[in-house]
Every structure is written in structure tokens, then in C-alpha cells.
């Protein structure tokens, strides 16, 4: 974890210091990818010794897309399983479930009306999304606003997520910025993106100029946490690189984007930085730049699988951790939606 920036606390009155709330989430939409570790799962472990650390599985945004009912809760479980094999301790963090906690939907409808139409449709995850897509509902459409509550009712200081959330989290600061100033208060935290050095975009390995995402219909496209040894050696074998001759290892995102991925994924689980890789990749061959990858790649994911398939069978275990996160976030998210419900005038 050496890219990331830490802030680790705040000064309040008499020089009392108190830990930054942190809030992240990942779809249980399918087994996360290395994109989604890279993102950001794989720097929570490190967050939650500092901060109040909060960790979710967000299932309401995943119905954004058709979900086999039968297999969303047996994904979810798959990805809280995720969460506790990369070291997401349950007694020091909160983890929790968004459908068990009824205050993000209810906030969520409250902040849509202080959200504008025009901000919305300028999202670019939105236009991605609904590309080729003929199921194009208002969920999809206002998945801004939930991710916005998802932040805002935790009084979260710091999100670790990856670039392709920049934008929505943008419109968090927005939306809080708003609402306190609108009611003349500091209801909200406005809170603030924390990504990696390099960027942490990782890109689909057969066609790096669109993003990896674990519901990729090509399945080449990703490496799944889960994947066996063979498929992720296959995988990266066949990522598209470029026919320069000689072959040149150099980041430009634009003329060499395959090259640049890789570069990328190497930077980021090994911590050395993209200018150190290419000098010890200058005169050497595609295929030796691939094969550093496949022995990265898998020396992390092993160590991920080796603890998923022990945890993942201890399925009263994962439920218990699922409740006792949803009574740790109903303080305070029912804290905040007091406060909300209250500036707004509404009165139970
Ligand atoms: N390719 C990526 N590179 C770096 N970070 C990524 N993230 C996602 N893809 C990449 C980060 O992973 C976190 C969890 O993402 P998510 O599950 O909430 O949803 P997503 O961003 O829509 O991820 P996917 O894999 O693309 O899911 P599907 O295919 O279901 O839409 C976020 O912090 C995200 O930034």
C-alpha cells in the first residue's frame, strides 16, 4: 500500500484529536475483479487501523441491473467473504448490507429533491452504462443520488474508491455543500475521494481502452479474484499489447494503451513507480513485462483464495456479521436522517 496519501486525523476544539470516517462499497454484482482490488478493496485493511471505517455491500445499486434473485444474496455473501480474506476485520470495522439499512433509500429520495436533472445526466458512468443497454431505468439514472446518501449518512470525511467514481463523489460534495447551506448547518460532511498515485483505472485486457468490469460479457476482459491459476495466466498472456518493433515498454495511455495497463497493474501491487518499471523493462520483450504481471497477479489473488474458500463455508458466521454491522450503522445512520428530517420539516 505504499500510493496512498494517509490522513489519519482531525483537530477539534483543545487540541482533542478524533479518527476521519471512512466509507467504501463494492456491487455484489459478480466476483470483483482486479480492478475493483486494485481500485480500492485492497486498501481498506490498511484504512480501518486509522480510521472508523465503514464497508458495504451495495446490493440496491447492484438491481440497477438485472440480478438472478436466486444468486444475489449467495453473491453477496461471496463478497463479504471477499472483504474478510483481504483482511476487512469485522470487530474493527462495520459491514453491513444497504437493502438492511432502510435510511439510504429514504435519504436518497430527500436528496433527489435537491438534485438537479442536468447534473445527472451529465454523469458519464450513466451515459457508459446505458450504452447498448435497453433496460434503462431511473435507477441506473439516479444511482448518483443513493451513492451520495450511501456517503453523506455516515458523516464520511474520506471515500477510497477508484477514478471511475470521481465523478459521483464530486456530486456528494455537491449535494452536501447544498443541502448545508441551504439550512444554514453542518448536517453533512462533505466528503472527499482518496485513489491511488497512478490513477487506479485498470483497464479491460482485451480492449485496454474501456474499463475491467466484473460484469464484462468477455470474460477475458477480467481477472475475477476467483479465477483459477490457468485462466489468469491465459488471461494475461492474450492481453492486447502492440505490433512496435522493437517492442517498447513505455506508459502512453493513448498510443500504447495495453502496455500502459499492464505497466499499471505491476505499479500498483508491487509499489514501485511507472518510471522505475520501464528502466527495468527498457531491451526487454512483451512477453517478459506479461510474465512479471502473471507472478504478481497471482502471488495477491492466492493469498486471497487461500482465505475466501475457508470463510466462505461458515455461512451463520457471514450472517452474524451482516446483523451486527446493520445495528452499527443504524446509530449513525438514523442520527443523520434525524438531523435531515428535521432541518426539512419533516416530523415523525
Ligand atoms: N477497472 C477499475 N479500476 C479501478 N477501480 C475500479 N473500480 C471498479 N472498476 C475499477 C472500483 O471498484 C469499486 C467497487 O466498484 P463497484 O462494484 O461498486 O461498481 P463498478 O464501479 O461499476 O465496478 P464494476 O466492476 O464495473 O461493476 P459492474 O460491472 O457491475 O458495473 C469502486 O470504488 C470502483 O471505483
Avoid at 454523469?123 to 456517503?151: C, H, R, T, W
Avoid at 491511488?196 to 481502452?209: D, E, F, V
Avoid at 523493462?281 to 492466492?302: A, C, G, P, Q
Amino acid at each position: 500500500m505504499p500510493n496512498l496519501i494517509f490522513y489519519q486525523k482531525i483537530k477539534i476544539n483543545k487540541g482533542e484529536y478524533v479518527k476521519l470516517n471512512i466509507f467504501s462499497a463494492a456491487q455484489p454484482s459478480g466476483i470483483p475483479t482486479l480492478g475493483n482490488y486494485i481500485g480500492t478493496i485492497r486498501s481498506w485493511n490498511a484504512f480501518q487501523k486509522n480510521y472508523n471505517s465503514i464497508y458495504c455491500i451495495a446490493d440496491l445499486h447492484a438491481i440497477t441491473k438485472r440480478q438472478n434473485p436466486k444468486l444475489l444474496l449467495k453473491n453477496s455473501l461471496d463478497l463479504l467473504s471477499i472483504y474478510l480474506s483481504c483482511d476487512i476485520d469485522p470487530k474493527i470495522s462495520t459491514i453491513f448490507m444497504q437493502s438492511h439499512r432502510p435510511e439510504h433509500t429514504q435519504l436518497s429520495w430527500m436528496l433527489s429533491c435537491y438534485t438537479y436533472f442536468g447534473e445527472l445526466k451529465r454523469m458519464v458512468q450513466f451515459k457508459e452504462k446505458s450504452k447498448n443497454n435497453k433496460n434503462i431505468n431511473i435507477g441506473l439514472f439516479s444511482y448518483p443520488i443513493l451513492m451520495a446518501s450511501d456517503i453523506l449518512l455516515y458523516q464520511t470525511h474520506k471515500v477510497p474508491a477508484g477514478l471511475d467514481q470521481a465523478q459521483h463523489i464530486e456530486l456528494s460534495k455537491l449535494i452536501a455543500k447544498r443541502f448545508n447551506k441551504i439550512y444554514n448547518s453542518n448536517i453533512f460532511n462533505v466528503p472527499e475521494l482518496i485513489i491511488t498515485q497512478s490513477g487506479s483505472r485498470i483497464m479491460a485486457l482485451s480492449n485496454p481502452k474501456k474499463k475491467m468490469s466484473k460484469s464484462d460479457k468477455n470474460k477475458n476482459n477480467f481477472i475475477s479474484l476467483l479465477d483459477s491459476e490457468e485462466s489468469i495466466i491465459r488471461k494475461i498472456k492474450n492481453a492486447q499489447t502492440d505490433s512496435d518493433q522493437p517492442p517498447v515498454i513505455k506508459y502512453d495511455v493513448i498510443k500504447k494503451p495495453g502496455i500502459s495497463n499492464l505497466l499499471c497493474i505491476l505499479s500498483e501491487l508491487t509499489g514501485k513507480n511507472i518510471i522505475e518499471l520501464e528502466t527495468y523493462f527498457s531491451n526487454k520483450l512483451y512477453r517478459d513485462l506479461k510474465l512479471e504481471v502473471i507472478h504478481t497477479v497471482l502471488e495477491h489473488i492466492k493469498k486471497i483464495q487461500k482465505k475466501y474458500f475457508s470463510i466462505r463455508s461458515k455461512e451463520k458466521y457471514l450472517i452474524e456479521i451482516l446483523q451486527s454491522g446493520s445495528e452499527k450503522a443504524k446509530k449513525i445512520a438514523n442520527n443523520t436522517l434525524s438531523k435531515v428530517k428535521n432541518a426539512i420539516g419533516l416530523h415523525s
